[in-house]
């Protein structure tokens, strides 16, 4: 081989490289720069049932639409019952018709409306063993803690605050229980866990519903209190008054849970209905 064809061959894998190179950048950047769209975005909203409220969005399953939210955000709800949804025109009744999984333990529900509530969105929705999602990675859970919600200049309607947190782990005593390493607060209960498919060039993902954290007690006050036992010698004892403490450990149920309970009763408002 000749030193000019040995130079060309130098320089065709350095240019090589360097593609390679600015691909790898290239999908950091993205993954760096990327956010949840908008348009899912319009499908999370904040909802109230009795005294309580927390957050719920929309899936379409079989070309029907149901609200997603935590099982025990609607506790007492009955069938044929109603809920109350922050649309863009502020807060309204929504009847709804209520379908649960079979297993109590699972804290999420859906609810067939009785009108379509948003235009439909073409969403995967992936949980359990066969999910294309990894541990260490990031994921994102939406909703509305403490009722706050975020305004937008060109929509109508409140928008979701949106927090990240890691993929951990799953129950090993297989209750569906996804474990994120975050921070959960009282109003995200409802709200979607969303990932970037890798494997489907970051392709926006439903993986499970917020349930709740793991809780601690801690110690903040300890105080000697004299107490007489009159059988025997006085004695001294520790009182100790703790505090519930918020671990980083979030608690969420796979979507997939849901999803079979809505295909055994697919009572859902078919898309293109009014």
Same mark, same amino acid.
């Given at each position: 081989?000749?030193?000019?064809?040995?130079?060309?061959?130098?320089?065709?894998?350095?240019?090589?490289?360097?593609?390679?190179?600015?691909?790898?950048?290239?999908?950091?950047?993205?993954?760096?720069?990327?956010?949840?769209?908008?348009?899912?975005?319009?499908?999370?909203?904040?909802?109230?049932?009795?005294?309580?409220?927390?957050?719920?969005?929309?899936?379409?399953?079989?070309?029907?639409?149901?609200?997603?939210?935590?099982?025990?955000?609607?506790?007492?709800?009955?069938?044929? #019952?109603?809920?109350?949804?922050?649309?863009?025109?502020?807060?309204?009744?929504?009847? +709804?018709?209520?379908? &649960?999984? =079979? /297993?109590?333990?699972?804290?999420?529900?859906?609810?067939?409306?009785?009108?379509?509530?948003?235009?439909?969105?073409?969403?995967?929705?992936?949980?359990?063993?066969?999910?294309?999602?990894?541990?260490?990675?990031?994921?994102?859970?939406?909703?509305?803690?403490?009722?706050?919600?975020?305004?937008?200049?060109?929509?109508?309607?409140?928008?979701?605050?949106?927090?990240?947190?890691?993929?951990?782990?799953?129950?090993?005593?297989?209750?569906?229980?996804?474990?994120?390493?975050?921070?959960?607060?009282?109003?995200?209960?409802?709200?979607?866990?969303?990932?970037?498919?890798?494997?489907?060039?970051?392709?926006?993902?439903?993986?499970?519903?917020?349930? #709740?954290?793991?809780?601690?007690?801690?110690?903040?006050?300890?105080?000697?209190?004299? +107490?007489?036992?009159? &059988?025997? =010698? /006085?004695?001294?004892?520790?009182?100790?008054?703790?505090?519930?403490?918020?671990?980083?450990?979030?608690?969420?149920?796979?979507?997939?849970?849901?999803?079979?309970?809505?295909?055994?009763?697919?009572?859902?408002?078919?898309?293109?209905?009014?």
């Amino acid at each position: 081989m000749n030193y000019s064809s040995l130079l060309k061959r130098c320089m065709l894998i350095t240019s090589m490289f360097m593609i390679c190179a600015n691909t790898i950048f290239a999908e950091e950047l993205k993954l760096l720069r990327g956010g949840v769209p908008r348009g899912f975005l319009t499908r999370v909203f904040q909802m109230q049932f009795k005294d309580g409220q927390g957050t719920c969005f929309l899936i379409e399953v079989d070309n029907k639409q149901y609200i997603i939210t935590a099982r025990h955000v609607v506790d007492g709800l009955k069938d044929h #019952g109603a809920i109350r949804i922050l649309l863009d025109k502020g807060w309204e009744e929504v009847k +709804v018709s209520l379908i &649960l999984p =079979e /297993d109590s333990k699972i804290d999420i529900a859906a609810m067939a409306a009785d009108r379509l509530l948003a235009p439909a969105m073409p969403i995967p929705l992936e949980s359990g063993e066969t999910a294309n999602f990894i541990l260490g990675q990031d994921v994102y859970f939406l909703g509305f803690p403490f009722g706050l919600s975020s305004p937008h200049s060109d929509l109508p309607i409140r928008l979701p605050f949106v927090k990240k947190a890691i993929f951990s782990g799953v129950d090993p005593a297989g209750t569906h229980v996804m474990y994120l390493d975050g921070i959960n607060n009282p109003g995200f209960s409802g709200g979607p866990v969303i990932f970037a498919n890798y494997f489907q060039n970051d392709r926006l993902q439903i993986a499970g519903v917020i349930s #709740g954290y793991r809780a601690a007690s801690a110690p903040v006050v300890e105080q000697l209190i004299d +107490v007489t036992n009159k &059988l025997s =010698e /006085d004695v001294q004892k520790k009182l100790v008054r703790f505090v519930r403490e918020n671990t980083g450990l979030i608690i969420a149920f796979g979507i997939n849970e849901i999803v079979t309970a809505i295909r055994k009763n697919p009572i859902g408002m078919p898309i293109g209905s009014h």
